[in-house]
């Protein structure tokens, strides 16, 4: 019997991508991944809490595979809520904390007074939680956690800096959320959107313990230059600011499960893409570095594969993810519309300056790349001169971060609307052929 000949591969690249984009998003769906790993009923209450901007969905799926009374209150992101029965689903801001979040985030702490150690409390979490749960802690006001948090935004930090600050002035992140639950069984049902899957940087660990301490966030504030108020200055030098530390009791209870993660989405791209003919390679899925500096790397990663030297066949499709970051310029350019993905698309496409062969996208699963209501984008070998006949000065737009402005323009934007998951960025270079 002969060989099966392999599937012809795609006229369109750009297709290939999107199912491999698309692919990443559905080992993720929370309706596939959510029932699997409930945990059996309690002889007590079942409360569902829970924030992120997959929390909806995933109360859906778990009021549908629940078979017993629950009750509970999960906060998403607006515009990613979802009709839920038993579950009260609110939406806040994301990426800034407004009154919507704090509100919510009081009625759901409620929700844990007076259990006992028959009771369950199901925490769902994924990524954007940190910013939708929101309750400060001693004496920070809510204006003053959304100075901070906007700094931290600009300034370069990573996810986890930016987490190690937030943790101090909550009252209900690093770990105090389960701790308020205690003596009730905690399970937490995980979806990642951080680079390495650790539970304590995931949502800022509302229940998870954490190792860092208050001096860490100060070194963070110091690190990036961020003039922090008055109230959380003097919150900082306060012990009481210290989150719930690694081997605390209350947190004895707590079982943490990751039901999806960036690695899980890559493999099932690649999985797809072995299907149709291409050669994967992972390159990492807890990639971090300033945006752009990242897009340059990988244009001569992208040369690389496409070269005769590389150790792979052609054609071949690099995967990788994590959270590449922005650091805006001062003053920042208010018309601009930019995010971490169309940046670093914007400078691998300028590095490459129309290589042969290679197409890219690179998008977050949410469906939103900074603060727009786009995916990401995808580049071609022709984009540079498809936006010099367009009169788009590429290296401007990159300059003025206002990569959704670049490709919008050439119509390469990939929107997807509200994926209701979260397994951070998704980035895909396609080598057709050797050069």
């Excluded at 998003?25 to 829970?50: N, S, Y």
């Excluded at 390159?283 to 792979?312: K, M, N």
């Amino acid at each position: 019997m002969r060989p099966t000949a392999p599937p012809a591969f795609p006229a369109e690249p750009s297709a290939l991508l999107r199912r491999l984009f698309e692919a990443a998003i559905r080992a993720a769906d929370p309706a596939r991944i959510v029932p699997a790993a409930l945990p059996p009923r309690p002889k007590g209450r079942t409360i569902v809490v829970g924030a992120g901007k997959a929390s909806a969905a995933m109360a859906r799926a778990l009021e549908q595979a629940w078979n017993g009374p629950l009750q509970g209150l999960v906060i998403t992101r607006y515009g990613h809520g979802v009709p839920c029965q038993r579950v009260r689903v609110v939406e806040a801001a994301h990426p800034t904390p407004d009154a919507a979040g704090l509100a919510a985030t009081h009625d759901m702490l409620a929700l844990l007074d007076d259990l006992g150690p028959d009771d369950l409390v199901i925490a769902l979490i994924s990524g954007g939680g940190s910013a939708l749960m929101t309750s400060p802690a001693g004496g920070v006001t809510l204006a003053d956690k959304q100075a901070i948090n906007d700094a931290l935004l600009a300034s370069g930090a990573t996810i986890s800096e930016i987490n190690t600050v937030r943790k101090h002035l909550s009252a209900v992140k690093g770990g105090r959320l389960a701790a308020r639950a205690a003596p009730a069984h905690v399970v937490a049902l995980l979806i990642s959107d951080v680079p390495g899957d650790d539970p304590a940087v995931i949502a800022s660990g509302p229940t998870a313990a954490d190792p860092g301490s208050r001096q860490d966030a100060q070194a963070v504030l110091a690190r990036y230059a961020i003039d922090a108020p008055a109230s959380v200055q003097a919150w900082l030098e306060n012990p009481e600011s210290e989150s719930i530390k690694p081997g605390d009791a209350r947190l004895t209870h707590v079982d943490t499960r990751i039901i999806a993660a960036p690695g899980l989405s890559l493999k099932a791209a690649a999985d797809v893409a072995r299907r149709e003919g291409v050669t994967p390679v992972i390159l990492g899925d807890a990639i971090e570095g300033e945006a752009a500096e990242v897009g340059r790397a990988f244009a001569g990663i992208a040369r690389h594969a496409a070269s005769a030297a590389a150790p792979f066949g052609r054609p071949c499709v690099l995967l990788s993810g994590g959270e590449t970051t922005v650091t805006l310029r001062k003053p920042p350019d208010a018309t601009a519309r930019g995010g971490r993905n169309v940046e670093f698309l914007l400078a691998m496409c300028l590095q490459l300056g129309g290589a042969d062969h290679v197409h890219a996208l690179a998008a977050d699963t949410d469906g939103v790349d900074g603060a727009a209501e786009i995916a990401g984008a995808l580049i071609r070998p022709d984009t540079l001169a498809r936006a010099a006949a367009a009169g788009l000065d590429a290296r401007t737009f990159l300059a003025r971060h206002d990569g959704h402005g670049f490709f919008e323009a050439l119509g390469d934007s990939l929107v997807t609307g509200p994926t209701l998951t979260n397994v951070n960025d998704f980035r895909a270079m396609l080598i057709t052929q050797a050069t």
